[in-house]
Protein backbone atom coordinates (compact mmCIF):
# COMPACT_ATOMS: atom_id res chain seq x y z
CA UNK A 1 0.00 0.00 0.00
CA UNK A 2 1.22 3.41 -1.13
CA UNK A 3 1.10 6.78 1.17
CA UNK A 4 1.48 10.71 0.34
CA UNK A 5 4.32 11.03 2.84
CA UNK A 6 3.83 14.50 1.50
CA UNK A 7 1.08 15.90 3.50
CA UNK A 8 -0.67 15.23 7.35
CA UNK A 9 -3.87 16.28 7.48
CA UNK A 10 -4.73 17.49 11.41
CA UNK A 11 -7.31 18.66 13.39
CA UNK A 12 -6.85 20.71 16.52
CA UNK A 13 -9.24 20.06 19.23
CA UNK A 14 -9.48 21.62 22.70
CA UNK A 15 -11.93 22.93 25.79
CA UNK A 16 -12.99 26.42 24.88
CA UNK A 17 -10.14 29.09 25.72
CA UNK A 18 -7.57 26.36 26.04
CA UNK A 19 -5.57 28.31 23.37
CA UNK A 20 -5.90 26.00 20.15
CA UNK A 21 -6.65 28.97 17.83
CA UNK A 22 -3.08 30.77 19.02
CA UNK A 23 -1.41 28.18 18.97
CA UNK A 24 -2.30 27.62 15.10
CA UNK A 25 -1.22 31.12 14.92
CA UNK A 26 1.96 30.71 16.11
CA UNK A 27 2.33 27.45 13.41
CA UNK A 28 1.34 29.92 10.86
CA UNK A 29 4.61 32.28 11.75
CA UNK A 30 6.87 29.85 12.51
CA UNK A 31 6.32 27.51 9.49
CA UNK A 32 7.67 28.16 5.87
CA UNK A 33 4.30 29.24 5.40
CA UNK A 34 4.00 32.95 5.17
CA UNK A 35 6.86 35.30 4.09
CA UNK A 36 8.74 37.54 6.38
CA UNK A 37 6.96 40.86 5.13
CA UNK A 38 3.48 39.19 6.09
CA UNK A 39 1.85 40.65 9.31
CA UNK A 40 -0.59 38.24 10.95
CA UNK A 41 -3.42 39.41 13.64
CA UNK A 42 -4.25 37.82 16.93
CA UNK A 43 -6.42 34.64 16.37
CA UNK A 44 -5.92 35.25 12.85
CA UNK A 45 -8.06 32.11 12.13
CA UNK A 46 -11.35 33.73 13.92
CA UNK A 47 -12.59 35.84 10.57
CA UNK A 48 -15.98 36.11 12.21
CA UNK A 49 -17.42 39.55 13.66
CA UNK A 50 -18.68 37.23 16.28
CA UNK A 51 -15.75 35.64 16.98
CA UNK A 52 -13.45 37.72 17.42
CA UNK A 53 -15.83 39.93 19.48
CA UNK A 54 -16.12 36.83 21.75
CA UNK A 55 -12.86 35.51 21.74
CA UNK A 56 -14.59 31.97 21.08
CA UNK A 57 -14.38 29.59 17.51
CA UNK A 58 -17.59 29.42 16.12
CA UNK A 59 -17.40 27.71 12.86
CA UNK A 60 -14.29 25.23 11.80
CA UNK A 61 -11.71 26.44 9.23
CA UNK A 62 -9.28 25.17 7.02
CA UNK A 63 -5.83 26.34 6.76
CA UNK A 64 -2.18 24.44 5.49
CA UNK A 65 1.21 25.07 6.83
CA UNK A 66 4.68 24.06 5.01
CA UNK A 67 7.67 22.24 7.18
CA UNK A 68 10.16 21.32 5.22
CA UNK A 69 9.32 19.65 2.14
CA UNK A 70 5.50 18.74 4.43
CA UNK A 71 2.80 19.80 3.68
CA UNK A 72 0.19 19.89 6.81
CA UNK A 73 -3.08 20.74 6.33
CA UNK A 74 -4.50 21.75 10.01
CA UNK A 75 -8.54 22.14 10.84
CA UNK A 76 -9.02 24.76 13.68
CA UNK A 77 -12.43 23.62 15.37
CA UNK A 78 -14.92 25.56 17.92
CA UNK A 79 -13.58 24.51 21.46
CA UNK A 80 -17.90 24.96 22.99
CA UNK A 81 -20.26 22.12 22.66
CA UNK A 82 -22.92 23.88 21.41
CA UNK A 83 -20.69 23.84 18.47
CA UNK A 84 -20.08 20.42 18.26
CA UNK A 85 -21.67 19.69 14.95
CA UNK A 86 -18.36 21.76 13.73
CA UNK A 87 -16.45 19.06 15.24
CA UNK A 88 -17.92 16.01 14.36
CA UNK A 89 -18.22 16.89 10.57
CA UNK A 90 -14.43 16.87 10.01
CA UNK A 91 -13.50 14.54 11.98
CA UNK A 92 -13.03 12.35 9.28
CA UNK A 93 -11.54 14.65 6.73
CA UNK A 94 -8.52 14.00 9.11
CA UNK A 95 -5.97 11.29 9.89
CA UNK A 96 -4.31 12.86 13.61
CA UNK A 97 -5.79 15.48 16.16
CA UNK A 98 -3.85 17.98 18.87
CA UNK A 99 -5.52 17.83 21.61
CA UNK A 100 -4.67 20.72 23.34
CA UNK A 101 -5.32 21.18 27.72
CA UNK A 102 -4.69 24.08 29.50
CA UNK A 103 -1.61 23.39 31.90
CA UNK A 104 -3.59 24.86 34.86
CA UNK A 105 -7.15 24.24 34.29
CA UNK A 106 -6.65 20.30 33.09
CA UNK A 107 -9.61 18.27 31.55
CA UNK A 108 -12.92 20.00 31.26
CA UNK A 109 -16.20 18.99 29.75
CA UNK A 110 -15.72 20.03 26.56
CA UNK A 111 -11.98 18.27 26.53
CA UNK A 112 -14.01 14.66 27.40
CA UNK A 113 -16.73 15.89 24.02
CA UNK A 114 -13.95 16.55 21.24
CA UNK A 115 -11.68 13.57 22.40
CA UNK A 116 -14.63 11.22 22.25
CA UNK A 117 -15.16 12.38 18.41
CA UNK A 118 -11.60 11.68 17.78
CA UNK A 119 -11.18 8.57 19.48
CA UNK A 120 -14.35 7.14 18.07
CA UNK A 121 -13.05 7.64 14.63
CA UNK A 122 -9.84 5.93 15.38
CA UNK A 123 -7.72 8.94 14.84
CA UNK A 124 -3.82 9.31 16.02
CA UNK A 125 -3.61 11.38 19.12
CA UNK A 126 -1.13 14.16 20.15
CA UNK A 127 -1.26 15.91 23.15
CA UNK A 128 -0.03 19.63 23.72
CA UNK A 129 0.18 20.50 27.09
CA UNK A 130 -0.34 24.29 26.72
CA UNK A 131 0.02 27.78 28.99
CA UNK A 132 2.61 25.88 31.38
CA UNK A 133 3.95 29.55 32.12
CA UNK A 134 0.62 29.96 33.61
CA UNK A 135 0.57 30.95 37.52
CA UNK A 136 -0.39 27.77 39.15
CA UNK A 137 0.40 25.07 36.25
CA UNK A 138 0.71 21.69 36.89
CA UNK A 139 1.54 20.15 33.69
CA UNK A 140 2.73 16.91 34.86
CA UNK A 141 -0.50 16.07 36.95
CA UNK A 142 -2.83 16.99 33.62
CA UNK A 143 -0.46 14.64 31.56
CA UNK A 144 -1.86 11.83 33.99
CA UNK A 145 -5.62 14.03 34.12
CA UNK A 146 -5.65 13.19 30.21
CA UNK A 147 -3.98 9.42 30.50
CA UNK A 148 -7.11 8.84 32.71
CA UNK A 149 -9.57 10.72 30.33
CA UNK A 150 -8.20 8.34 27.65
CA UNK A 151 -8.64 5.41 29.46
CA UNK A 152 -12.41 5.99 30.55
CA UNK A 153 -13.59 7.02 26.86
CA UNK A 154 -11.80 3.55 25.90
CA UNK A 155 -8.60 4.57 23.56
CA UNK A 156 -7.04 1.52 22.34
CA UNK A 157 -3.20 0.90 22.94
CA UNK A 158 -1.91 2.58 20.19
CA UNK A 159 -4.37 5.87 21.39
CA UNK A 160 -3.17 5.48 25.11
CA UNK A 161 0.58 5.45 23.74
CA UNK A 162 0.26 9.56 22.76
CA UNK A 163 3.42 11.83 22.61
CA UNK A 164 3.04 14.83 24.48
CA UNK A 165 4.87 18.29 23.53
CA UNK A 166 4.69 21.04 26.28
CA UNK A 167 3.98 24.80 24.93
CA UNK A 168 2.80 28.40 25.46
CA UNK A 169 1.25 29.26 22.50
CA UNK A 170 0.85 33.18 23.53
CA UNK A 171 4.99 33.16 23.78
CA UNK A 172 5.94 31.07 20.61
CA UNK A 173 7.55 28.34 22.79
CA UNK A 174 7.41 24.61 23.00
CA UNK A 175 9.59 21.69 24.44
CA UNK A 176 9.23 18.08 25.19
CA UNK A 177 9.83 18.39 28.92
CA UNK A 178 7.35 20.08 31.33
CA UNK A 179 9.83 22.61 32.98
CA UNK A 180 9.50 26.02 31.85
CA UNK A 181 12.92 25.71 31.84
CA UNK A 182 13.36 23.67 29.30
CA UNK A 183 10.90 26.11 26.80
CA UNK A 184 12.15 27.59 23.51
CA UNK A 185 11.41 30.14 21.02
CA UNK A 186 10.41 27.78 18.76
CA UNK A 187 7.25 25.22 16.82
CA UNK A 188 9.62 22.53 16.03
CA UNK A 189 8.85 20.21 18.71
CA UNK A 190 4.99 20.34 17.51
CA UNK A 191 5.89 20.16 13.78
CA UNK A 192 8.20 17.26 14.54
CA UNK A 193 5.75 15.20 16.59
CA UNK A 194 3.24 15.45 14.00
CA UNK A 195 5.69 14.57 11.08
CA UNK A 196 6.22 11.67 13.15
CA UNK A 197 3.47 10.17 14.52
CA UNK A 198 0.17 11.38 12.72
CA UNK A 199 0.19 8.35 9.51
CA UNK A 200 0.40 9.69 5.70
CA UNK A 201 -2.72 9.60 4.07
CA UNK A 202 -3.29 6.34 1.40
CA UNK A 203 -2.01 7.22 -2.20
CA UNK A 204 -4.97 5.08 -4.09
CA UNK A 205 -5.05 8.31 -6.45
CA UNK A 206 -5.15 5.78 -9.57
CA UNK A 207 -8.76 4.70 -8.33
CA UNK A 208 -12.11 6.10 -8.90
CA UNK A 209 -12.81 9.39 -7.67
CA UNK A 210 -14.60 9.61 -3.95
CA UNK A 211 -14.64 13.23 -2.21
CA UNK A 212 -16.99 13.86 0.59
CA UNK A 213 -17.91 17.32 1.29
CA UNK A 214 -17.73 18.12 5.19
CA UNK A 215 -18.39 22.35 5.03
CA UNK A 216 -20.20 24.32 2.72
CA UNK A 217 -19.22 27.64 1.75
CA UNK A 218 -20.59 30.56 -0.75
CA UNK A 219 -19.37 32.59 -3.26
CA UNK A 220 -21.17 35.45 -5.24
CA UNK A 221 -19.43 34.67 -8.52
CA UNK A 222 -19.09 30.53 -8.39
CA UNK A 223 -21.97 29.97 -5.76
CA UNK A 224 -22.08 27.09 -3.57
CA UNK A 225 -18.47 25.39 -2.77
CA UNK A 226 -18.11 22.11 -1.50
CA UNK A 227 -15.31 21.59 1.04
CA UNK A 228 -13.99 18.36 2.28
CA UNK A 229 -11.12 15.71 1.58
CA UNK A 230 -10.66 13.23 -1.53
CA UNK A 231 -10.32 9.93 0.07
CA UNK A 232 -9.76 8.13 -3.18
CA UNK A 233 -8.82 9.21 -6.97
CA UNK A 234 -8.16 12.71 -8.39
CA UNK A 235 -9.96 15.38 -10.07
CA UNK A 236 -9.03 18.22 -12.43
CA UNK A 237 -11.17 21.19 -13.26
CA UNK A 238 -13.67 20.24 -16.29
CA UNK A 239 -14.34 16.52 -14.96
CA UNK A 240 -17.58 15.44 -14.92
CA UNK A 241 -18.58 13.92 -11.41
CA UNK A 242 -21.92 12.98 -10.01
CA UNK A 243 -22.90 13.87 -6.43
CA UNK A 244 -24.66 10.63 -4.89
CA UNK A 245 -27.45 12.83 -2.65
CA UNK A 246 -28.48 11.66 0.71
CA UNK A 247 -32.19 11.09 -0.02
CA UNK A 248 -30.23 8.57 -2.50
CA UNK A 249 -30.82 10.10 -5.92
CA UNK A 250 -28.30 11.25 -8.22
CA UNK A 251 -26.85 14.71 -9.65
CA UNK A 252 -24.31 15.04 -12.18
CA UNK A 253 -22.28 18.26 -12.99
CA UNK A 254 -19.04 19.57 -14.34
CA UNK A 255 -16.12 20.57 -11.64
CA UNK A 256 -15.68 24.65 -12.51
CA UNK A 257 -12.85 25.57 -9.96
CA UNK A 258 -11.14 24.15 -7.47
CA UNK A 259 -9.37 25.58 -4.52
CA UNK A 260 -6.59 24.43 -2.08
CA UNK A 261 -5.29 25.77 1.00
CA UNK A 262 -2.35 27.13 1.96
CA UNK A 263 -1.47 29.50 4.89
CA UNK A 264 -4.29 31.96 5.61
CA UNK A 265 -5.29 32.19 1.38
CA UNK A 266 -7.65 30.02 -0.94
CA UNK A 267 -5.46 29.23 -3.67
CA UNK A 268 -7.06 28.24 -7.19
CA UNK A 269 -5.77 24.96 -8.26
CA UNK A 270 -5.98 22.86 -11.29
CA UNK A 271 -5.81 19.31 -9.95
CA UNK A 272 -6.02 17.50 -6.63
CA UNK A 273 -5.72 14.03 -5.21
CA UNK A 274 -6.18 11.41 -2.69
CA UNK A 275 -5.51 12.99 0.95
CA UNK A 276 -5.92 16.38 0.02
CA UNK A 277 -8.36 18.89 1.47
CA UNK A 278 -9.82 20.97 -1.13
CA UNK A 279 -12.67 23.49 -2.04
CA UNK A 280 -14.80 22.19 -5.23
CA UNK A 281 -17.71 24.24 -7.54
CA UNK A 282 -20.05 23.81 -9.80
CA UNK A 283 -22.72 22.44 -8.09
CA UNK A 284 -26.27 23.96 -7.77
CA UNK A 285 -27.37 21.74 -4.74
CA UNK A 286 -24.78 19.82 -2.58
CA UNK A 287 -24.91 19.86 1.01
CA UNK A 288 -22.79 17.81 4.05
CA UNK A 289 -21.83 14.52 3.90
CA UNK A 290 -22.89 13.82 0.52
CA UNK A 291 -20.14 11.99 -1.57
CA UNK A 292 -18.84 13.07 -5.32
CA UNK A 293 -17.65 10.57 -8.04
CA UNK A 294 -16.92 9.48 -10.96
CA UNK A 295 -19.58 8.72 -13.24
CA UNK A 296 -18.46 4.96 -13.60
CA UNK A 297 -18.10 4.30 -10.23
CA UNK A 298 -21.25 5.39 -8.11
CA UNK A 299 -19.93 4.15 -4.77
CA UNK A 300 -21.16 6.90 -1.49
CA UNK A 301 -18.93 7.01 1.39
CA UNK A 302 -20.93 6.55 4.63
CA UNK A 303 -23.35 9.14 5.63
CA UNK A 304 -21.53 11.71 8.35
CA UNK A 305 -23.43 10.77 11.80
CA UNK A 306 -24.59 13.90 13.59
CA UNK A 307 -25.12 14.13 17.07
CA UNK A 308 -29.18 14.67 17.67
CA UNK A 309 -30.21 18.69 18.90
CA UNK A 310 -31.22 18.76 22.79
CA UNK A 311 -32.79 22.40 22.95
CA UNK A 312 -35.85 24.11 20.61
CA UNK A 313 -37.00 27.63 20.48
CA UNK A 314 -39.90 28.85 18.61
CA UNK A 315 -38.63 31.59 15.91
CA UNK A 316 -42.16 33.99 15.00
CA UNK A 317 -42.23 37.49 12.59
CA UNK A 318 -42.27 40.27 14.49
CA UNK A 319 -45.73 41.30 15.28
CA UNK A 320 -44.98 44.14 18.16
CA UNK A 321 -46.39 47.14 17.27
CA UNK A 322 -42.80 48.36 16.62
CA UNK A 323 -42.30 45.51 13.80
CA UNK A 324 -40.87 47.04 10.72
CA UNK A 325 -39.08 50.18 11.99
CA UNK A 326 -35.67 48.78 12.45
CA UNK A 327 -35.27 45.43 10.50
CA UNK A 328 -34.63 45.02 6.98
CA UNK A 329 -36.17 41.89 6.30
CA UNK A 330 -39.17 41.19 8.77
CA UNK A 331 -41.44 38.86 6.52
CA UNK A 332 -42.28 35.27 7.20
CA UNK A 333 -40.65 34.62 4.01
CA UNK A 334 -37.58 36.09 4.30
CA UNK A 335 -37.21 34.77 7.65
CA UNK A 336 -37.86 30.93 6.61
CA UNK A 337 -35.85 31.38 3.31
CA UNK A 338 -32.75 32.57 5.90
CA UNK A 339 -33.47 29.79 8.28
CA UNK A 340 -33.25 27.39 5.41
CA UNK A 341 -30.19 28.71 4.11
CA UNK A 342 -28.67 28.19 7.68
CA UNK A 343 -29.65 24.59 7.14
CA UNK A 344 -27.32 23.87 4.23
CA UNK A 345 -24.01 24.70 6.53
CA UNK A 346 -25.38 24.15 9.67
CA UNK A 347 -25.57 20.55 10.16
CA UNK A 348 -26.20 20.33 13.81
CA UNK A 349 -29.44 22.97 13.45
CA UNK A 350 -33.54 21.40 12.61
CA UNK A 351 -36.34 23.62 11.54
CA UNK A 352 -39.54 22.72 11.51
CA UNK A 353 -42.69 24.26 10.59
CA UNK A 354 -46.02 25.11 12.43
CA UNK A 355 -49.58 25.44 12.24
CA UNK A 356 -48.76 28.85 12.44
CA UNK A 357 -47.39 30.33 9.11
CA UNK A 358 -45.16 32.95 10.88
CA UNK A 359 -43.85 30.43 13.55
CA UNK A 360 -40.88 27.71 12.93
CA UNK A 361 -39.23 25.94 15.83
CA UNK A 362 -36.12 25.85 15.33
CA UNK A 363 -33.59 23.16 17.72
CA UNK A 364 -30.06 23.34 18.11
CA UNK A 365 -27.55 21.83 20.55
CA UNK A 366 -27.47 24.49 23.36
CA UNK A 367 -28.67 28.04 24.04
CA UNK A 368 -25.03 29.38 22.98
CA UNK A 369 -25.71 27.87 20.01
CA UNK A 370 -29.54 29.53 18.99
CA UNK A 371 -28.32 33.20 20.10
CA UNK A 372 -25.63 32.50 17.85
CA UNK A 373 -28.04 32.55 14.80
CA UNK A 374 -30.01 35.00 16.70
CA UNK A 375 -27.22 37.46 16.66
CA UNK A 376 -26.28 36.57 12.98
CA UNK A 377 -29.79 37.54 12.10
CA UNK A 378 -29.75 40.28 13.54
CA UNK A 379 -26.64 41.64 12.31
CA UNK A 380 -27.88 41.52 8.49
CA UNK A 381 -30.42 43.17 9.41
CA UNK A 382 -33.21 40.56 10.09
CA UNK A 383 -36.26 41.39 12.27
CA UNK A 384 -37.86 38.14 14.94
CA UNK A 385 -39.13 37.02 18.36
CA UNK A 386 -37.70 33.82 19.89
CA UNK A 387 -39.91 32.08 23.36
CA UNK A 388 -37.99 30.88 25.63
CA UNK A 389 -35.83 27.85 25.08
CA UNK A 390 -36.83 24.68 26.12
CA UNK A 391 -35.22 20.79 26.02
CA UNK A 392 -36.17 18.44 23.52
CA UNK A 393 -37.64 15.31 25.08
CA UNK A 394 -37.46 11.62 23.80
CA UNK A 395 -38.57 8.48 24.30
CA UNK A 396 -35.86 5.77 25.21
CA UNK A 397 -37.06 2.29 26.06
CA UNK A 398 -40.66 3.54 26.20
CA UNK A 399 -39.23 6.06 28.91
CA UNK A 400 -39.98 10.22 28.59
CA UNK A 401 -36.50 10.82 29.47
CA UNK A 402 -34.85 14.50 29.35
CA UNK A 403 -31.08 16.09 28.48
CA UNK A 404 -28.81 15.80 31.71
CA UNK A 405 -25.62 17.62 31.10
CA UNK A 406 -22.20 17.24 32.97
CA UNK A 407 -21.36 20.82 34.87
CA UNK A 408 -17.88 21.53 35.84
CA UNK A 409 -17.23 24.84 38.00
CA UNK A 410 -14.13 26.11 39.57
CA UNK A 411 -15.06 28.63 41.95
CA UNK A 412 -13.25 30.32 45.42
CA UNK A 413 -14.01 28.11 48.23
CA UNK A 414 -16.05 30.56 50.19
CA UNK A 415 -18.97 30.29 47.43
CA UNK A 416 -18.92 26.40 47.23
CA UNK A 417 -21.92 26.20 49.36
CA UNK A 418 -23.82 28.66 47.65
CA UNK A 419 -23.27 27.16 44.45
CA UNK A 420 -24.40 23.04 46.12
CA UNK A 421 -27.53 24.88 47.32
CA UNK A 422 -28.73 27.01 44.05
CA UNK A 423 -27.95 23.47 41.69
CA UNK A 424 -29.13 21.33 44.31
CA UNK A 425 -32.43 23.44 44.04
CA UNK A 426 -32.38 22.72 40.43
CA UNK A 427 -31.67 19.15 40.59
CA UNK A 428 -28.40 18.55 40.11
CA UNK A 429 -26.85 15.86 41.44
CA UNK A 430 -23.27 16.69 42.95
CA UNK A 431 -21.16 13.68 41.47
CA UNK A 432 -17.43 15.32 42.82
CA UNK A 433 -15.92 17.90 45.13
CA UNK A 434 -11.63 18.33 45.48
CA UNK A 435 -9.52 21.26 46.25
CA UNK A 436 -7.75 22.09 43.66
CA UNK A 437 -5.17 25.15 45.87
CA UNK A 438 -5.30 28.31 45.76
CA UNK A 439 -8.45 28.74 47.45
CA UNK A 440 -10.10 27.22 44.82
CA UNK A 441 -12.91 24.39 44.88
CA UNK A 442 -13.48 22.05 41.70
CA UNK A 443 -17.06 21.03 41.87
CA UNK A 444 -18.72 18.30 39.27
CA UNK A 445 -22.51 17.97 38.65
CA UNK A 446 -25.03 15.82 36.86
CA UNK A 447 -27.97 18.40 36.17
CA UNK A 448 -30.64 18.15 33.91
CA UNK A 449 -30.57 20.77 30.76
CA UNK A 450 -33.85 22.70 31.62
CA UNK A 451 -32.30 23.37 35.32
CA UNK A 452 -29.52 25.13 33.70
CA UNK A 453 -31.20 27.91 31.50
CA UNK A 454 -31.00 30.59 32.80
CA UNK A 455 -28.45 29.80 35.49
CA UNK A 456 -25.70 31.23 34.30
CA UNK A 457 -26.41 34.86 35.09
CA UNK A 458 -27.19 33.79 38.64
CA UNK A 459 -23.88 31.39 38.80
CA UNK A 460 -22.05 34.88 37.86
CA UNK A 461 -24.33 37.03 41.12
CA UNK A 462 -23.62 34.33 43.19
CA UNK A 463 -19.35 33.99 42.64
CA UNK A 464 -19.25 37.86 41.99
CA UNK A 465 -17.66 37.16 38.90
CA UNK A 466 -14.70 34.83 39.93
CA UNK A 467 -16.69 31.29 39.52
CA UNK A 468 -16.02 29.69 36.30
CA UNK A 469 -18.48 27.27 34.96
CA UNK A 470 -18.48 24.62 32.51
CA UNK A 471 -21.10 22.15 31.22
CA UNK A 472 -21.73 19.51 28.12
CA UNK A 473 -24.49 17.27 27.08
CA UNK A 474 -24.09 14.17 29.08
CA UNK A 475 -26.96 11.36 28.49
CA UNK A 476 -30.82 11.41 28.23
CA UNK A 477 -32.52 10.15 31.67
CA UNK A 478 -36.02 9.71 32.99
CA UNK A 479 -38.04 12.95 33.32
CA UNK A 480 -38.38 14.39 36.93
CA UNK A 481 -42.00 14.87 36.92
CA UNK A 482 -43.44 17.64 39.28
CA UNK A 483 -40.73 20.20 38.52
CA UNK A 484 -40.43 23.74 36.81
CA UNK A 485 -37.35 25.29 36.92
CA UNK A 486 -38.49 28.11 35.56
CA UNK A 487 -37.91 31.89 37.22
CA UNK A 488 -39.25 33.28 40.41
CA UNK A 489 -39.90 36.48 40.07
CA UNK A 490 -42.45 38.41 38.16
CA UNK A 491 -42.03 41.31 35.56
CA UNK A 492 -43.10 45.22 35.73
CA UNK A 493 -45.17 45.16 32.75
CA UNK A 494 -45.97 48.65 30.39
CA UNK A 495 -49.82 49.20 30.60
CA UNK A 496 -49.19 52.31 28.06
CA UNK A 497 -47.16 53.32 24.98
CA UNK A 498 -45.17 56.35 24.99
CA UNK A 499 -41.71 57.10 26.42
CA UNK A 500 -40.20 56.67 29.58
CA UNK A 501 -39.78 59.32 32.04
CA UNK A 502 -37.81 59.72 35.35
CA UNK A 503 -40.75 60.60 37.35
CA UNK A 504 -42.22 57.06 36.65
CA UNK A 505 -39.07 55.34 37.16
CA UNK A 506 -38.84 56.87 40.57
CA UNK A 507 -42.64 56.02 41.38
CA UNK A 508 -41.95 52.03 40.82
CA UNK A 509 -38.21 51.30 41.17
CA UNK A 510 -38.35 50.45 44.67
CA UNK A 511 -40.99 47.43 43.21
CA UNK A 512 -38.07 45.61 41.35
CA UNK A 513 -35.47 45.99 39.02
CA UNK A 514 -36.16 48.61 35.94
CA UNK A 515 -34.82 47.88 32.39
CA UNK A 516 -35.27 50.91 30.83
CA UNK A 517 -33.94 54.25 30.50
CA UNK A 518 -36.20 57.65 30.80
CA UNK A 519 -36.99 58.66 27.06
CA UNK A 520 -36.76 54.89 26.00
CA UNK A 521 -39.80 54.51 23.85
CA UNK A 522 -41.82 51.72 25.00
CA UNK A 523 -45.21 49.78 24.41
CA UNK A 524 -48.40 48.14 25.86
CA UNK A 525 -47.29 44.22 26.98
CA UNK A 526 -43.80 45.13 26.76
CA UNK A 527 -41.02 43.72 30.15
CA UNK A 528 -39.51 46.85 31.50
CA UNK A 529 -38.37 45.51 34.70
CA UNK A 530 -38.14 42.43 37.29
CA UNK A 531 -40.83 42.60 39.99
CA UNK A 532 -39.16 41.80 43.44
CA UNK A 533 -41.83 39.36 43.93
CA UNK A 534 -42.80 36.25 42.45
CA UNK A 535 -46.01 37.78 40.27
CA UNK A 536 -46.81 40.44 37.42
CA UNK A 537 -47.23 43.97 37.91
CA UNK A 538 -48.66 46.50 35.37
CA UNK A 539 -47.58 49.33 35.82
CA UNK A 540 -47.22 53.02 34.27
CA UNK A 541 -43.79 53.75 33.25
CA UNK A 542 -44.75 56.86 31.07
CA UNK A 543 -46.33 59.21 33.56
CA UNK A 544 -45.25 62.92 33.71
CA UNK A 545 -45.63 65.34 36.43
CA UNK A 546 -48.80 67.22 36.13
CA UNK A 547 -47.27 70.62 34.73
CA UNK A 548 -48.63 73.80 36.90
CA UNK A 549 -46.66 77.14 37.86
CA UNK A 550 -47.87 75.89 41.80
CA UNK A 551 -45.22 74.58 43.92
CA UNK A 552 -44.68 74.76 47.71
CA UNK A 553 -41.12 75.55 49.02
CA UNK A 554 -38.67 72.43 49.39
CA UNK A 555 -41.66 69.75 47.71
CA UNK A 556 -39.38 69.13 44.68
CA UNK A 557 -38.22 65.86 44.45
CA UNK A 558 -34.71 65.46 43.95
CA UNK A 559 -34.64 63.02 40.69
CA UNK A 560 -32.95 59.60 42.35
CA UNK A 561 -33.13 56.90 39.82
CA UNK A 562 -30.71 53.34 39.72
CA UNK A 563 -29.18 52.61 36.89
CA UNK A 564 -31.18 50.13 34.49
CA UNK A 565 -30.44 46.72 34.33
CA UNK A 566 -28.82 46.13 30.89
CA UNK A 567 -29.15 42.65 29.55
CA UNK A 568 -27.17 40.53 26.76
CA UNK A 569 -29.13 38.85 24.13
CA UNK A 570 -28.43 35.45 25.83
CA UNK A 571 -29.71 36.61 29.11
CA UNK A 572 -32.60 37.87 27.59
CA UNK A 573 -33.38 34.44 26.34
CA UNK A 574 -32.61 32.92 29.44
CA UNK A 575 -35.11 35.13 31.32
CA UNK A 576 -38.09 35.39 29.61
CA UNK A 577 -40.64 32.79 31.16
CA UNK A 578 -43.62 30.33 28.93
CA UNK A 579 -45.71 33.51 28.40
CA UNK A 580 -43.53 36.01 27.09
CA UNK A 581 -40.98 36.77 23.84
CA UNK A 582 -38.01 37.82 23.60
CA UNK A 583 -38.53 40.84 20.27
CA UNK A 584 -34.96 41.09 18.46
CA UNK A 585 -34.19 43.62 15.97
CA UNK A 586 -30.67 44.96 14.20
CA UNK A 587 -31.01 48.00 17.25
CA UNK A 588 -32.70 46.56 20.13
CA UNK A 589 -33.14 43.62 22.37
CA UNK A 590 -37.13 43.81 23.99
CA UNK A 591 -38.79 41.86 25.89
CA UNK A 592 -42.35 41.64 26.14
CA UNK A 593 -45.55 39.36 26.66
CA UNK A 594 -47.18 37.26 24.55
CA UNK A 595 -50.55 39.29 24.73
CA UNK A 596 -49.99 42.55 24.89
CA UNK A 597 -53.27 43.52 26.48
CA UNK A 598 -53.39 44.35 29.64
CA UNK A 599 -56.99 43.08 30.46
CA UNK A 600 -56.89 40.20 28.67
CA UNK A 601 -53.34 38.82 29.58
CA UNK A 602 -54.70 39.56 33.09
CA UNK A 603 -58.27 37.49 31.66
CA UNK A 604 -55.43 34.80 30.95
CA UNK A 605 -53.50 34.33 33.65
CA UNK A 606 -56.75 34.10 36.09
CA UNK A 607 -57.43 31.34 33.91
CA UNK A 608 -54.59 29.01 34.39
CA UNK A 609 -54.79 29.90 37.70
CA UNK A 610 -57.89 28.26 38.02
CA UNK A 611 -57.15 25.60 35.68
CA UNK A 612 -53.65 24.84 38.30
CA UNK A 613 -56.00 24.95 41.19
CA UNK A 614 -58.29 22.49 39.43
CA UNK A 615 -55.27 19.91 38.97
CA UNK A 616 -54.68 19.77 42.90
Keep these: ?29 QSDTLDEHTAIDDRAMDTNAIEKERGITILSKNTAVRYGDKQINILDTPGHADFGGEVERIMRMVDGVLLVVDAYEGTMPQTRFVLKKALDQHLTPIVVINKVDREGARPSEVVDEVLDLFIELGADEDQLDFPVVYASAMNGTSSYEPEISAQEH ?3 PVFDTIIKHIPAPIDNTDEPLQFQVAMLDYNDFVGRIGIGRIFRGKVKVGDSVTVMKLDGSKQNFRVTKLFGYFGLKRLEINEAQAGDLIAVSGMDEINVGETVVAPDTLEPLPILRIDEPTLQMTFRTNDSPFAGREGKFVTSRQIEERLKRELHTDVSLRVDDTD ?86 RL ?75 GTEVYEGMIVGQNSRDNDISVNITRGRNQTNVRAAGSEDIAKVKSPLKMSLEESLEFINEDEYCEITPEHVRLRKQILNTGEREKAAKKRRTASKAKK
Design 1 to 29: MKFRDDIRNIAIIAHVDHGKTTLVNEMLK
Design 186 to 188: TMK
Design 356 to 441: NPGAWIVSGRGELHLSILIETMRREGYELQASRPEVIYRNVDNVRCEPFESVQIDTPDEYTGSIIDTLSQRKGEMKNMEAVGNGQT
Design 444 to 518: TFLAPSRGLIGYSTEFLSLTRGYGIMNHTFSKYLPVIKNWNPGRHNGTLVSINSGKVTTYAIMAVQDRGLIFTDA
